[in-house]
């Protein structure tokens, strides 16, 4: 993730422009050794809902891949994260195998400037159970897209995301594919990173904005067509590209007259040019994320939520202060100061660990509130938000009004 966050860096504005990117050559994938103890532990839902949860592979035969040549058409894995009927089935992942290897020793590069294997990663599970029967509703549930930050997988915020499944809400995660480190197809192909090497060639910073919105614009098309797909399994269609068994209940169980965006970093862009894109998204989350594209200058005149680490503002991120004072809906703009931009990717959970690599400094990728910390304050405000302007309810919707005793962390700027 170092030579990756150089360019999340440059995403957010934070670098000097024209600052060299590093592209490292691929290794091979090694073995985690065999009873290996979980790297971390994900905190435990707070919702009364058990969670499920299923993978899908989608493929777009309308548009052709951006990043890959020769052309094929765009293919996505996407992840389903609901209430459930009952826990049944076994936890699922927070990495496939085919995913584990290199996402661990890209997050040892970022902290230490070195690649290490990280043993236990494999072994991290969510709560969600995979394939559980989806809990009945009538109307069914409210739809929240997630969008992952440049270089991360869908799955890379699940804290967050599965305490919003058990608080009554259907979370869609995306793979951008050739944008995440690796993402694993069904039967084992694994799909790396394409777009570092060819945001490596830039060295104007207009071309650079051009090339972010660019990428914002096929995250975007992405959500917009998993939407689309969201409506056929509603239906009682499998969008799956394999035909894979889907979970009982899943025919009606959405609510897609209510449906949100959520996203980190440059997912937070997407959500946002989604919501810019497709009124059928009626409310988002920008978890500190610069803006590229039309939405930064157009605003929108939806409930937005605007979530910063404590060196994020509109002085140094781009299209934050633009894209803040176009803003015609409810809205509001919060501020963590201890946190910085890895505080809301999961790998906050294990900084102990990543601190204790040989010349490891953590600071600036993940300032200094405690990881557990972090991800209770996150999904009470994230979880608020969404509970106030999908579900039109909540017991915390006052969090959002003024600054709470209850989480000192917060600060409101707007």
């Known amino acids: 993730m170092r030579h990756l966050y150089l360019s999340r860096r440059r995403l957010l504005g934070a670098a000097a422009a024209g600052a060299g990117l590093t592209v490292l050559p691929a290794m091979p994938a090694s073995a985690a050794p065999r009873g290996a103890r979980p790297a971390f532990r994900l905190p435990a839902p707070t919702g009364p809902h058990p969670i499920g949860t299923v993978p899908l592979h989608l493929v777009d035969p309308a548009r052709t891949d951006p990043w890959m040549a020769p052309a094929r058409p765009r293919e996505l894995m996407v992840q389903l994260w609901y209430p459930a009927a009952y826990p049944a089935g076994p936890p699922a992942p ?11 020793r890209d997050l040892a590069e970022t902290v230490s400037g070195v690649q290490r294997d990280l043993p236990g990663l494999a072994e991290v599970r969510t709560h969600a159970h995979t394939g559980a029967p989806i809990a009945a509703r009538r109307g069914g549930w409210p739809v929240v897209l997630f969008s992952p930050g440049y270089g991360a997988g869908r799955n890379s915020s699940a804290a967050l995301v599965e305490d919003l499944a058990s608080r009554g809400h259907v979370v869609v995660t995306v793979d951008h594919t050739h944008d995440p480190i690796a993402v694993e197809f069904p039967g084992g192909r694994v799909e790396p990173n394409t777009i570092t090497a060819l945001i490596a060639q830039i060295e ?49 169980s959405l609510r897609l007259t209510h449906v949100g965006a959520l996203g980190h970093s440059l997912g937070g862009a997407t959500a946002a040019q989604a919501m810019h894109d497709d009124r059928r ?14 939405a930064a200058a157009a605003g929108l005149d939806r409930p937005f939520l605007l979530f910063a680490a404590g060196d994020t503002d509109r002085d140094n991120t781009p ?41 490891a400094q953590t600071g600036d990728a993940y300032g200094t509130v405690d990881g557990p910390r972090v991800a209770a304050v996150v999904r009470a405000y994230v979880g608020a938000f969404f509970d106030l302007h999908l579900r039109g309810s909540g017991a915390d919707s006052g969090l959002l009004d003024a600054a709470s005793p209850r989480y000192p962390e917060i600060g409101f700027v707007a």
């Open 94 to 104: 927070w990495l496939t195998a085919g995913e584990a290897g290199p996402v661990g």
């Open 204 to 252: 104007d910073p207009a071309q650079f904005d051009a090339f972010a919105a660019k990428m914002v614009a096929v995250r975007s098309a992405d959500l917009r067509f998993v939407l689309d797909r969201m409506a056929t399994l509603n239906d009682g269609g499998n969008p799956d590209v394999e035909r894979r068994r889907l979970p009982a209940g899943t025919c009606g």
């Open 281 to 294: 998204i009626r409310a988002g989350v920008n978890l500190d994320g610069a803006f590229y594209g039309t």
């Open 319 to 359: 299209g934050w202060g633009v894209f803040a004072d176009h803003l015609r809906g409810w809205h509001r703009e919060l501020r963590m100061p201890g946190a910085r931009h890895l505080s809301f990717h999961d790998s906050v959970l294990m900084v102990p660990t990543l601190a204790a690599l040989p010349g």
